[in-house]
């Protein structure tokens, strides 16, 4: 992984990277700050290590946040202002699609923000920015419209369409997402940047941290998707940790379409016995939860010991009733998800739920792009997660 004063000794050779330059739209000012605190430490290391640091002008900084202003008037158009020069930056724009806490008024009335009203601001900022920057970069840790990413009848194909758009008309260089519901969909931008990257070694970091008594092998462990789609970031999972993989298939109504979808009949699975196993259930995300809770409650019925749920976005978007009852009937036991969503103040304060954070690894990011070094080491975290395990004694 690339330092601060890698970058220092690569700029002296004659290697510039751009001016730097983070914007967080609405919702994204906590994790933004986050960020932006771990890269002002690594440069102003580099800078007081370096006699000769003599870098060009705006490399080190207070801070590297763009402020941004997306005003809107009484019928709820909007427009983006930008209060500072972009010209010749990287610009990195945080865009969190699913905050519904972001509100707006409308006619007087206070409107809760949707994706799309997230997805307008975005488009907004890049238009406001004229073509000036050097470069653009759009971190959307979950991928908007990312589950409308195949057609099955007359349908819209808003992934793709919303991904043309930013890189084809608005000029964007790279999208970086975290976990996408299918990875397949950067096939509409071919020659642009699409990161996918993976919260694992995060994921992992937290479980070892949050809970007792873990034992990361065959005879105490098992990773279970649940669902067929899943089982690529399962196998992962088992992979890395050296346990056995299992799966749930969704036998699903097809006769009929509730909420815009296939309702499930029932939750079938495909693995070894799970009597007295600590069972790791991991997904992309947790919409309504009820596919957990079924997924939960059938493993405990097979006499599994520990449930534990890994999902890098908690949505929750029927409420936390439902989580709360089955961790006071031992259904699970702690929830993980990363800090890259909106969570709501009740999901924080609940003891079944742990929060990963994420910042440090997207501030990585966002140095690594700024200074033109690869980002293989950060894509793939597997030497990080053995000896993070070797550390802590579970991996010979």
Same mark, same amino acid.
């Given at each position: 992984m690339s330092t601060a004063n890698d970058s220092a000794k690569k700029m002296r050779s004659g290697q510039v990277a751009g001016k730097l330059g983070i914007i967080a739209l609405p919702g994204c000012e906590e994790i933004a700050k986050k960020i932006d605190k771990y890269i002002v430490n690594w440069r102003s290391e580099a800078l007081n290590s370096d006699e000769n640091s003599l870098l060009f002008e705006g490399y080190?900084? @207070? /801070?590297?946040? &763009?402020?941004?202003?997306?005003?809107?008037?009484?019928?709820?158009?909007a427009k983006a202002v930008i209060n500072q020069s972009v010209r010749g930056y990287d610009i990195f724009i945080l865009i969190d699609a699913f905050n519904y806490s972001e509100t707006f008024s409308m006619h007087g009335i206070e409107v809760p923000m949707s994706p799309d009203d997230h997805f307008n601001n975005l488009k907004r900022v890049i238009a406001a920015m004229g073509g000036k920057p050097r470069r653009i970069t759009v971190i959307m840790p979950m991928l908007y419209e990312g589950r409308q990413h195949k057609r099955t009848s007359r349908e819209s194909l808003d992934c793709a369409m =919303?991904?043309?758009? +930013?890189?084809? +008309?608005?000029?964007?260089? /790279?999208? +970086?997402?975290? #976990? =996408?519901? #299918? =990875?397949? %969909?950067?096939? =509409? &931008?071919?020659?642009?940047?699409?990161?996918?990257?993976?919260?694992?070694?995060? !994921? &992992?970091k937290s479980f070892v941290k949050n809970v007792d008594n873990i034992h990361l092998d065959k005879e105490h462990t098992l990773i279970v998707s649940p669902d067929e789609g899943g089982m690529s970031r399962c196998i992962y999972y088992a992979t890395v940790l050296g346990l056995d993989v299992g799966m749930f298939y969704k036998r699903r109504d097809y006769s009929t379409i509730v909420n815009g979808r296939n309702p499930i009949i029932s939750?079938?699975?495909?693995? @070894? @016995?799970?009597?007295g196993m600590d069972v790791m259930v991991v997904d992309d995300m947790i919409s309504s939860g009820d596919s957990m809770i079924e997924v939960a409650t059938r493993l405990k019925e097979k006499g599994a010991k520990r449930i534990f749920i890994f999902s890098s976005f908690g949505i929750f978007c029927e409420g936390l009733n439902s989580f709360d009852k089955a961790y006071d009937a031992g259904l699970i036991t702690k929830v993980f998800t990363t800090n890259l969503i909106y969570r709501s103040p009740e999901l924080k304060a609940r003891p079944?739920? %742990?929060?990963?954070? !994420?910042s440090k690894y997207i501030a990585y990011f966002i140095d690594n792009i700024n200074n033109e070094h690869s980002l293989a080491t950060l894509l793939n975290p597997v030497d990080r997660i053995n000896s993070f395990l070797k550390k802590n004694g579970l991996k010979d």
């Open positions: 080190y900084k @207070d /801070s590297y946040i &763009i402020k941004t202003n997306l005003p809107r008037f009484g019928t709820g158009e =919303a991904l043309s758009e +930013l890189c084809n +008309l608005y000029n964007v260089d /790279s999208i +970086l997402t975290v #976990d =996408a519901h #299918d =990875a397949r %969909v950067q096939n =509409a &931008i071919p020659l642009k940047g699409f990161e996918n990257v993976s919260p694992v070694y995060q !994921m &992992i939750h079938e699975f495909l693995g @070894d @016995d799970v009597k079944w739920y %742990v929060e990963v954070d !994420m």
